[in-house]
């Protein structure tokens, strides 16, 4: 099983800051069909996820372009480039490229 | 727009069973694989397991394999979670979530207690 680690698992952030979360995989996550499936999702309180981006750095449609994926291999990126109060939850990367699919611990993004 | 609507969810005692539904609208259900995810209480997400278009192909987490079903009825554009052999640390939200997690059921919560 590829084991997911996230930091921080917490950020309090100023809303107009940027804020970064970093995520690595045990193993790489390219596939051998030359994808790479890291997914990286955000939990409002009391919400079910929300897919923000797919396929590392893949904005889902109606996301904000303030959020942005990096990374290849093992190494991951999501940063918020300038956070808003509506950004408060949870945010969680997850690996689609090996069955079981996995998760991180997920990240908790606070507003100071 | 795209919904799945989630419903079965409960308290149940451990070891019985329950199943889960998902119904679907708004997208072409029987093109696109479908995932369930739980999230025990105060928890982080957790993969339970996908099935394909077709409902021929199913794949499980290690914690639910051999005890869980997943299924799907095509020509009712609905998902099932069949679940046996419950324990406590089955208790759980359960979500359903379509393809590449693009869109998400509202959640069931499913309590194992006696």
């Known amino acids: 099983e590829i084991v997911m680690t996230q930091t921080p698992l917490s950020s309090p952030v100023t809303v107009g800051q940027p804020a970064s979360i970093s995520c690595w995989s045990s193993q790489s996550l390219l596939h051998s069909d030359g994808n790479t499936y890291l997914t990286w999702l955000q939990q409002r309180p009391g919400q079910p996820p929300r897919l923000l981006i797919y396929k590392v750095s893949n904005r889902f449609s109606g996301v904000p372009d303030r959020f942005s994926g990096s990374g290849a291999g093992t190494d991951f990126t999501l940063k918020i480039s300038r956070v808003e109060a509506e950004d408060v939850g949870v945010y969680y990367c997850?690996?689609?490229?090996?069955?079981?699919?996995?998760f991180g611990q997920g990240t908790k993004l606070e507003i100071k | 727009q795209v919904q799945l609507v989630q419903s079965g969810g409960g308290v149940v005692q451990p070891g019985r069973s329950l199943r889960l539904s998902c119904a679907a609208s708004?997208?072409?259900?029987?093109?696109?694989?479908m995932h369930w995810v739980r999230q025990a209480p105060g928890k982080g997400l957790e993969w339970v397991g996908v099935?394909?278009?077709?409902?021929?192909?199913?794949i499980y987490g290690d914690s639910v394999q051999g005890r869980f079903t997943i299924s799907r009825e095509n020509s009712r554009n609905t998902l099932y979670l069949q679940m046996n052999g419950l324990r406590t640390e089955d208790t759980a939200m359960y979500y359903c979530a379509a393809a590449i997690f693009d869109d998400w059921g509202q959640g069931t919560l499913v309590v194992v207690s006696s």
């Open positions: 099935i394909s278009p077709d409902g021929r192909n199913t």
């Open positions: 997850m690996q689609g490229t090996q069955f079981p699919y996995t």
């Open positions: 708004g997208f072409p259900f029987s093109n696109y694989v």
